[in-house]
């Protein structure tokens, strides 16, 4: 089955909120939320820090400092990200919070995110 443009303007803004979602995860749990996708961390200007907290952390090292500045880095560039999540919050409706929790790689700091964020625009 062929996706219509329709659709692919669609997966196209799920996958923007999701790249705001992980780094807003990165803002709120630091390191843990952090992919070990290194296309990620390169676009987002991560990939050294996150490479220097794993080194740091192997070697029983401070990694305090080095998570803070992810967090600041990843709030940037979440700023810079429009989106108020309608479309992830339109697929998680018609396919169920199984399906969106797996689009969301099935990782719990994203989707606690998510929730999060639905929240607060649902207020």
């Known amino acids: ?3 219509t443009e329709h659709d692919e303007k669609m997966m196209q803004q799920m996958n923007k909120e999701k790249e705001k979602l ?7 749990y630091g390191y843990l939320a952090m992919p070990q996708d290194y296309k990620f961390l390169r ?3 991560l990939l ?3 490479l220097e907290i794993v080194n740091r952390s192997m070697s029983g090292g401070d990694i305090r400092l080095l998570e803070k500045t992810a967090k600041n880095d990843a709030s940037l560039h979440a700023a810079s990200i429009q989106s108020d999540f309608s479309c992830l919050e339109e697929y998680r409706l018609s ?4 399906q969106a929790k797996l689009f969301l790689d099935g990782n719990n700091y994203y989707w606690r995110t998510f929730l ?3 929240k607060k625009k649902n207020l």
């Open 48 to 50: 050294n820090i996150y």
């Open 95 to 98: 396919a169920g919070n199984k």
């Open 1 to 3: 089955m062929e996706m």
């Open 116 to 118: 999060s964020e639905l």
């Open 22 to 28: 992980i780094l807003l995860s990165i803002t709120r």
């Open 43 to 45: 676009r987002h200007s």
